[in-house]
């Protein structure tokens, strides 16, 4: 069984931190990596992607990829309390077809 | 403004109903994709579609099926529908390979009772 693994949480920072979620995946195979941000009572929306090794940014997003320890990271910087949501991690699994494979999300709650 | 629209927001079915759910994407997207939302268990994919009249099993495919007659359309039926079915049903559309934007419809909120 291909998995995405991520902490429940909640995850709690106060207004201004940085919060750093994680989520590592089975399939070495894997190529393609987002993260999406599910607000209570609505859909998920894309956040961010990566696809290469190392960091990318945008705005107040990092996302971090280390495909040899199968490990995928999101952090975000000066935490509003309008981050707080859901976040959770997908995988494009190598299975050939364009479906991923989501975690069970992560938490997170930032506090005034 | 691109968009997925589902046909329900909030839907109530008997036991051992037909439920159909439906979702329609504007974005001239190949890949359509249904799953289930659950608390506790997360996003799982029930079926998807790579083409017109092109579908694949996800990971929880039993006790549904799908229908893709047009490229904008993606349905879901459940053949008779039970109370574990009583979920959130996401539809979600992307174009071309995973590095695309997959884009999520608002949502259907199914209880079978």
């Known amino acids: 069984q291909k998995e995405v693994e991520q902490n429940s949480g909640p995850l709690s920072v106060p207004e201004g931190a940085i919060a750093s979620l994680n989520c590592t995946y089975s399939d070495r195979g894997s190529q393609s990596f987002f993260w999406y941000r599910q607000y209570s009572g609505k859909s998920p929306e894309l956040i961010m992607s990566?696809?290469?090794?190392g960091d990318k940014e945008d705005g107040r997003f990092t996302a971090q990829l280390n495909k040899a320890s199968q490990y995928v990271s999101l952090l975000i910087r000066d935490s509003q309390p309008s981050d707080s949501a859901t976040y959770l991690c997908a995988v494009n699994m190598n299975s050939g077809y364009s479906t991923l494979t989501f975690g069970k999300g992560t938490m997170l709650l930032v506090s005034p | 403004d691109v968009k997925v629209t589902q046909s329900s927001r909030y839907l109530v079915k008997r036991t051992g109903e037909k439920v159909f759910l439906e979702c329609v994407q504007d974005?001239?997207?190949?890949?359509m994709f249904w799953y289930r939302q659950d608390p506790g268990l997360g996003l799982r994919l029930i079926y998807f579609?790579?083409?017109?009249?092109?579908?694949e099993k996800g990971d929880i495919p039993e006790g549904y099926s799908v229908s893709r007659e047009k490229k904008e359309r993606f349905s879901l039926i459940l053949e008779s529908a039970s109370t574990n079915q009583t979920s959130m049903y996401l539809c979600a559309s992307l174009k071309g390979l995973a590095g695309g934007l997959a884009v999520f419809g608002p949502g259907t909120r199914l209880t079978v009772l």
């Open positions: 579609s790579y083409d017109v009249k092109m579908k």
């Open positions: 974005m001239d997207h190949e890949n």
């Open positions: 990566i696809y290469s090794n």
